[in-house]
């Protein structure tokens, strides 16, 4: 069984900085493409940040030059660095991977999600 958690998550000021980590354990043969997304208080989901096997890193206008996506690939570990927060980077932050993982008899791909870490930041 394949489980993402994340950690990091907490209240900080404006203009502060958390990081965000998220750990994929179980029998995993592979990482694909990891991505932060965040939803606040009545919107829906939305993209942050991801990371593409190979090495590209895709982010959201709004987080461009604050936020820092990056993988550990040997812990199959993803970190969120979110430097120069903003009131409205406020919400919880989920964690999804798209991963190879063995079975019994063989591999499959598969999508997972996190169960979310709260940032909230304060004016």
């Known amino acids: 069984q394949v489980q993402l958690v994340e950690s990091g998550g907490g209240s900080v000021q404006a203009g502060g900085s958390l990081r965000l980590s998220c750990v994929a354990s179980?029998?995993?043969?592979?990482?694909?493409?990891t991505g932060w997304y965040r939803q606040a208080p009545g919107k829906q989901r939305e993209l942050v940040a991801a990371?593409?096997?190979?090495?590209?890193?895709d982010y959201a206008d709004v987080v461009k030059g604050r936020f820092t996506i990056s993988r550990d690939s040997a812990k199959n570990t993803v970190f969120l660095q979110m430097n120069s927060l903003k009131p409205e980077d406020t919400g919880v932050y989920y964690c999804n991977a798209d991963l190879i993982y063995y079975t019994a008899a063989n591999v499959r791909r598969s999508t997972y999600w996190g169960q979310g870490t709260q940032v909230t930041v304060s004016s």
């Open positions: 179980g029998s995993i043969h592979s990482i694909n493409t």
């Open positions: 990371s593409i096997s190979g090495g590209r890193a």
